[in-house]
């Protein structure tokens, strides 16, 4: 439940034609440190670039957030048009669940893709879908992060030596 299905350097790593021959058809995603750094607004193109890449290979990239501050996960989501799920209670699986009931997917047809093994991937595994764990992009800022993902490292160890190719 603590280690990750695979694991990648960035969400750049994650091809979404493999995605659409593994029978993924929505790829949940962490907002803040997995699809751009704490704090940035809006997508940048290269996520806009991913995401309709993703959209043309059948797969559409749900944004499952746990950033308490509502308007946040919404203006990133309106901004790529995307539907988002703000303060999520991850690990709890109820969110992952009320995002597949929305876009009317199973867990075998579910991705979730983070930078957070106690939130991220446990919640994933919790609710039965394919985990990605991906690098966090920036930790500085944040002494709490740096605390956080220290407690995660031999998770994270262990996912790299047992992940499975995509």
């Avoid at 790829?27 to 607004?41: I, R």
């Avoid at 509502?70 to 969110?95: C, D, M, Y």
């Avoid at 991937?121 to 985990?131: D, H, Q």
Wanted: proline residues 8%; hydrophobic residues 40%.
């Amino acid at each position: 439940m603590l280690t990750a299905y695979w694991t990648g350097k960035s969400i750049f790593d994650i091809e979404p034609a493999t995605l659409a021959r593994r029978g993924i058809q929505l790829l949940l995603a962490d907002l803040d440190n997995t699809l751009v750094p704490y704090g940035v607004p809006e997508p940048t193109e290269q996520v806009r670039a991913w995401t309709r890449s993703l959209a043309d290979h059948g797969v559409t990239l749900f944004v499952l957030s746990n950033n308490r501050h509502p308007g946040r996960p919404e203006r990133f989501s309106n901004a790529l048009g995307v539907p988002f799920i703000g303060h999520a209670g991850k690990p709890k699986p109820t969110s992952f669940f009320l995002a597949m009931e929305r876009m009317g997917c199973t867990p075998a047809q579910t991705a979730i893709v983070g930078d957070q093994i106690f939130t991220d991937i446990l919640g994933g595994s919790r609710a039965g879908v394919t985990t990605l764990l991906v690098e966090p992009i920036r930790l500085a800022g944040n002494p709490g992060r740096y605390l956080r993902y220290a407690a995660e490292w031999p998770f994270r160890a262990l996912t790299k030596r047992r992940a499975k190719p995509l």
